[in-house]
């Protein structure tokens, strides 16, 4: 074999590696991106801890809403008692 051919056979190796590292890595994107690859499942892991983060906010604003009514009858109650409002004569 001559000098030649060993170049053109190392370039040939060289261009032949750098064809399957390609092609993995390829594989590797596809995995990631397909629908139900590591990137979708991401997405629906965060989507699903939005939903989660949702419905803790409802939650919260609605036993707040409770409680600020709750308080707001009682004071209401003390007041009328305090000042005798719901006591004045009608006429």
Do not use: C, Y
Request: net charge negative.
């Amino acid at each position: 074999m001559d000098e030649q051919e060993r170049e053109q056979n190392k370039r040939i190796n060289q261009h032949s590696r750098k064809i399957s590292d390609l092609e993995q890595r390829l594989k590797t994107i596809e995995l990631d991106v397909e629908p139900r690859g590591r990137i979708s499942a991401s997405f629906e892991a965060i989507e699903e801890d939005l939903e989660e983060i949702k419905s803790r906010i409802t939650r919260l604003e609605q036993n707040t809403e409770h409680r600020f009514n709750r308080l707001d009858a009682k004071l209401e109650a003390i007041l009328d008692h305090l000042t005798g409002i719901s006591d004045l004569p009608e006429e």
